[in-house]
């Protein structure tokens, strides 16, 4: 009876396709680039993008060499530690001096803290850390090391960019998988010991339910957080919202932002203090540029910690939105009102019903939509990526949004309403946006940002994930009408 569930295999190879054969068009650096790790790879030229949208510069980590041993005798690090040395290249594409300064290049080991710089004497004179100036000429690039002091047998797990308060750019990422949303993250202190588990339980985006009075300025839009801190240690923990730091995808950090909200049925994230076994769960609302999506949220005071607690890329969590009607239909990846169970299941009836009368021939019309956009993205496993244009790309995305209002308009039985629901917003649509993103990098010469988009895209097969959205929905369908299910799967076997 569950035959139908096939579609969804099919459907994860629809976008698995896309996103590894993007990531070879797009990489220009070797394997490493295109393994399938999650992250920023060794050797990544990062765009440097300016406060007006422009790139301004780039920035590559190429090696890093951990453990360190080159250091003059003068220069040991402290009983503990060990030193880890990254070589960076930081380039200016403007056409304005611009400052460059090594402590602006964070190194965050692998328990989420911040290391420290230190300075160091080498043992071969000839090597000279990186130099700071306060006008790297227009057109022109510095090339040096930047040494780290880091704690016991931690490593470098991340690099990022922190030129200012507002900007967090990820040049270096060697997790080899993303912090879903939705995920429990455990916090240490200096001592290794729990402190906190935090949890992103999931993004509303865009966030409509505020009044008039709070709307969000022109050209931008609001995305809510729904999260949750519990103090796992022994002593009195302080809260803030200002422990959450969203970032979007050009390394940007997002304002958290006052809003009157029209529902309050999940109360805003406080500044409290939480004993030991206390939880606090609640909102925080930023508000997010038009075109440029939230991709990383991360918990810490931004100096000493800094832990990721979410990848938005790899997708949005399952929370229940709230204080807004549904999602809208472009949003990639939103929880909508369509995937909760406690709605799916108001669609059971018995089978062959009314609301089931031509579920069959809707079924194979929908096998055959999915199918084309197969073919669509396949193109890319047979093509010399390196010669895909943006154009061709864009034209992807018009043809996959055309599927979604064929798929709109559909006409389904009611009792397969949530299912079609799910595939025009959480499928089509997401998937169209997410084609279009990468086309705009293609254009732009942006590879991080391909890289984000491409990581949306491997964040939507969540929506098919067995327990997912998808799941609940085919099953209920399936229970409300297994005669024509049944139907279903033999005509599309």
């Known amino acids: ?131 700071s100036t306060d006008a790297l000429a227009a057109g022109s690039s510095i090339t040096g090391v930047i040494p780290y002091q880091l704690f016991g047998d931690t490593t470098i797990q991340r690099i990022v960019y922190s030129p200012n308060y507002d900007r967090q750019i990820t040049v270096l990422d060697l997790r080899t998988a993303p912090v879903v949303a939705g995920t429990p993250v455990s916090i240490m202190d200096t001592t290794g010991a729990a402190v ?51 970032v979007d995808s050009e390394g940007f950090v997002l304002s958290s932002s006052y809003t009157s909200r029209t529902d309050q049925t999940l109360a805003d994230f406080d500044y409290i203090d939480l004993n030991p076994g206390e939880t606090q769960q609640g909102a925080i609302v930023y508000e997010v540029y038009e075109g440029v999506p939230p991709a990383q949220v991360s918990w810490g005071d931004g100096y000493t910690s800094l832990n990721v607690v979410a990848d938005l890329s790899a997708g949005t969590g399952a929370a229940q939105p709230v204080s807004q009607p549904p999602a809208a239909t472009e949003v990639a990846g939103a929880p909508t009102a369509a995937a909760l169970p406690t709605e799916v299941g108001t669609t059971a009836a018995v089978a062959s019903s009314p609301e089931c009368d031509g579920l069959a021939l809707w079924g194979v019309d929908l096998l055959d939509r999915v199918t084309r956009a197969s073919a669509l993205t396949s193109t890319f496993q047979d093509t010399d990526l390196a010669t895909v244009t943006a154009d061709q790309v864009t034209e992807v995305a018009t043809q996959l949004r055309a599927l979604g209002d064929e798929q709109a308009a559909s006409n389904p039985p009611s009792a397969a309403a949530t299912v079609n629901t799910i595939m025009v917003e959480q499928f089509y649509y997401p998937l169209a946006d997410v084609v279009d993103d990468i086309a705009t990098a293609i254009t732009d010469g942006n590879m991080a940002g391909a890289m984000t988009a491409m990581q949306t895209a491997q964040g939507l097969t969540s929506v098919f994930d067995s327990g997912g959205p998808y799941d609940i929905a085919a099953a209920a369908l399936t229970t409300a009408c297994p005669a024509e299910v049944q139907q279903m799967n033999e005509a599309t076997s």
Not at 47 to 59: A, V
Not at 233 to 239: A, H, K, R
Request: hydrophobic share 40%; glycine share 10%; no cysteine.
């Open 196 to 246: 906190a588990q935090v949890t992103v339980n999931g993004v509303t985006d865009p966030f409509t339910g505020y009044s008039s009075s709070s709307a969000p300025p022109r050209g931008s839009r609001y995305i809510m957080l729904d999260v949750s801190v519990t103090n796992t240690g022994t002593g009195v923990l302080s809260v803030s919202p200002s422990d959450f730091w969203v």
């Open 1 to 131: 009876m569950r035959r139908m569930l096939a579609l969804a295999m099919l459907i994860a190879l629809t976008l698995g396709v896309l996103a590894p054969g993007m990531a070879q068009a797009q990489s220009g650096t070797p394997a490493a680039a295109a393994t399938g790790s999650f992250g920023v790879p060794m050797g990544t030229e990062v765009p440097i993008i300016g406060p007006d949208g422009s790139p301004i510069g780039t920035i590559t980590v190429s090696n890093i060499t951990d453990p360190f041993t080159g250091f003059d005798a003068s220069s040991a690090p402290q009983r503990g530690y060990h030193y880890a040395l990254a070589e960076v290249t930081i380039a200016n594409t403007s056409a304005s001096p611009m400052e460059v300064y090594p402590n602006y290049v964070m190194g965050i080991d692998n328990e989420g803290f911040v290391t420290d710089q230190p300075y160091m004497s080498f043992s071969d004179p000839a090597m000279t850390t990186m130099e």
